[in-house]
């Protein structure tokens, strides 16, 4: 309970413990919750110190679930290492947030939130907001599910506003003025959901579609996308250009220029790279083909003569079509082979071992036996495991050996796929190499273009809640009218946690939501991945001029539905996109329900004031 302004008044209901009851009488008046608690500083410090590892801890989670968005595709399709893509995340989102972050403070989350409470509620909700948070996208990051940090910030705060002031205290629809309509508030995230993901979807349907028919399907697919280089290149430059200048610099005002003199650079920026690409990156990508064409044909060389033979046999027979049935048959078999085969070489290692080797007793026999069989006759035979004879190793040797486990799991993890996905991935239309090979750095670029958005945009609104709470503890006297909104501004320090974080927290735990945009949901190549990062950051602005709170995690998996589906409706994991579809719309419900709990719990349970 608390109250910066005026008297508190003793309600007329029994007191809750017998000190209480010495001091609130009905009708006495107390003085202000600060008198009876002390100095707000030396009262409230704990606050802003426990709130900056929360806001720490949600930039980490942050970064395990947005960031695998940019660059899941790139790994996915091979384009990048996870490690590769590790590094360039890191850089990129620093950069982003550190040179090119917005520096105002948003917290108050204006298109949502219509009243706020008190300094000091104000405050404690922004912690509880970051508690709920985290707690929903680790949960998220854990299951493999990529939900938008944004509105998990955005359901959290409404949670708190809502257990504090009601209903009333919500914009659940707002007059948009860049739409026109009353699309705002709480309605503007529900349309946000179909609006975003459905242009993105039908945008990488038509020009993944294109890109197919006219290039990738051809006879000669690797001459006509060398041909076709310098168009795509000047489209990606001219659709980078207006990101960075509308979604990519806040801090420089880019975004108020006019639309016209923005086309005029990006267009101008497009006639550029175009040339450039002409002149330069043609005439590299045909010497480097050649090589590669060099040694591909000495290795199909020897290939083709250690398979001359078993070609002429399988001529003999008659072809028919492969199903998902015989490849999953298939695979099932060679799954069975490689298991047997591995049990026959550890058996036969553990037989020849010197350290599984046990000396019986004299009741057994004057025989060795296997440690393994000795094992099958106690409580522990269905735990085996190899057991090997400890070693002595120095400091340096124990130190290498940890680091090489926590790089095995985490940013050097292996990405593997169940027999589901491997089926899958094997039916999907496959391309020349050459002509998608063509495609890759273009869809590295793409990624780090976005990435660097994101830690211009996304990065700052992680640290937003906390950047709030250090303003209210420093200027809450700002928070005295409720009708004006305090020009409060992020401090550097505070931008450099956040990039520290969702770079951490991408090198931790993104292989999981790499694994599951990358593989899981369709069959990504790098020629794929292109179409659905040009499409995603395109529906970004196209969105974004729209007014509506859009997610570029919510757009990007748009793209992808969209891009598998100009290959076939079958090569989609309908299973895991509509899981992920229903995740949504549980973030949104399950922050504000996990904040307004927490928030009860902590402000409306009974407590003693002391004097």
């Not at 919500?170 to 959901?193: F, M």
């Not at 393994?372 to 035979?381: F, I």
């Amino acid at each position: 309970m608390e109250n910066f302004g005026s008297p508190i008044v003793a309600p007329a209901s029994p007191p809750f413990s017998a000190l209480t009851a010495s001091i609130l009488k009905p009708g006495i008046a107390i003085p202000p919750a600060e008198i009876l608690t002390g100095n707000w500083s030396s009262t409230y410090r704990w606050i802003t110190i426990a709130g900056g590892f929360i806001a720490f801890a949600l930039a980490c989670m942050g970064g395990a679930n947005d960031v695998p968005t940019f660059f899941g595709a790139s790994v996915g399709s091979g384009a990048l290492s996870l490690p590769q893509s590790v590094a360039l995340a890191c850089v990129m989102e620093f950069t982003g947030a550190i040179f090119m972050g917005n520096r105002t403070v948003d917290a108050l989350q204006s298109s949502v939130l219509k009243e706020r409470p008190d300094a000091g509620l104000f405050m404690w909700g922004f912690i509880i907001a970051l508690i709920g948070a985290t707690i929903w996208l680790a949960f998220a990051t854990y299951l493999e599910m990529p939900v938008s940090s944004s509105l998990s910030i955005q359901g959290a705060i409404i949670g708190v506003s809502v257990t504090t002031k009601g209903l009333h205290s919500i914009y659940w629809s707002k007059h948009n003025s860049n739409a026109g309509i009353r699309v705002g508030g709480v309605l503007a995230i529900l349309l946000s959901w179909i609006v975003g993901p459905s242009i993105a979807a039908a945008a990488g349907f038509l020009f993944f579609g294109f890109m197919k028919l006219v290039l990738l399907r051809s006879h000669e697919a690797e001459q006509r996308t060398l041909q076709a280089l310098p168009f795509y290149y000047g489209t990606t430059v001219l659709v980078l250009t207006f990101f960075i200048i509308y979604r990519g610099s806040p801090r420089t005002n880019l975004h108020e220029m006019a639309v016209k003199e923005a086309a005029l650079i990006a267009v101008a920026s497009a006639v550029l790279a175009s040339i450039l690409a002409f002149l330069i990156i043609v005439p590299l990508a045909r010497k480097r083909l050649g090589k590669f064409n060099a040694g591909r044909e000495q290795k199909l060389d020897v290939e083709n003569n250690n398979v001359s033979d078993a070609k002429e046999e399988s001529d003999s027979f008659p072809q028919k079509e492969v199903t998902a049935e015989d490849l999953l048959q298939q695979f099932n078999e060679l799954r069975v082979l490689d298991t047997v085969y591995e049990g026959d070489e550890e058996e036969e290692a553990d037989n020849q071992s010197p350290q599984n080797m046990v000396k019986c007793s004299p009741i057994c026999g004057p025989n060795s036996l296997p440690l393994k069989q000795l094992l099958a006759r106690t409580p522990n035979r269905f735990n085996f495991k190899r057991l090997r004879r400890p070693q002595n190793l120095t400091i340096r040797q124990k130190f290498f050996r940890f680091m090489r486990r926590l790089k095995a799991s985490t940013f050097g993890h292996k990405i593997e796929y169940n027999r589901d996905t491997l089926v899958q991935h094997a039916l999907a239309e496959k391309f020349d190499d050459k002509a998608e090979e063509l495609f890759s750095f273009l869809q590295i670029l793409t990624a780090c273009v976005s990435a660097f958005g994101h830690g211009s945009n996304d990065v700052v609104a992680l640290v937003n809640p906390y950047a709030a709470t250090l303003n209210i503890y420093g200027h809450r006297h700002a928070l005295s009218n409720q009708n004006v909104t305090p020009d409060w501004n992020i401090d550097m320090w505070l931008l450099a946690l956040g990039g520290i974080g969702v770079g951490l927290g991408f090198a931790a735990w993104g292989w999981k939501l790499v694994r599951c945009l990358g593989g899981r949901l369709t069959f990504l190549s790098p020629s794929r991945g292109f179409s659905v990062q040009i499409c995603s950051i395109a529906t970004v602005l196209v969105t974004w001029r729209t007014g509506l709170p859009v997610s570029s995690t919510h757009i990007f998996v748009g793209a992808i539905l969209g891009v598998a589906a100009a290959d076939s409706i079958k090569n989609i994991n309908w299973q895991l996109a509509l899981t992920i579809v229903v995740m949504w719309i549980i973030t949104l419900l399950l922050t504000c329900g996990i904040t307004a709990v927490l928030y009860a719990f902590t402000i409306f349970s009974p407590s003693v004031i002391v004097g």
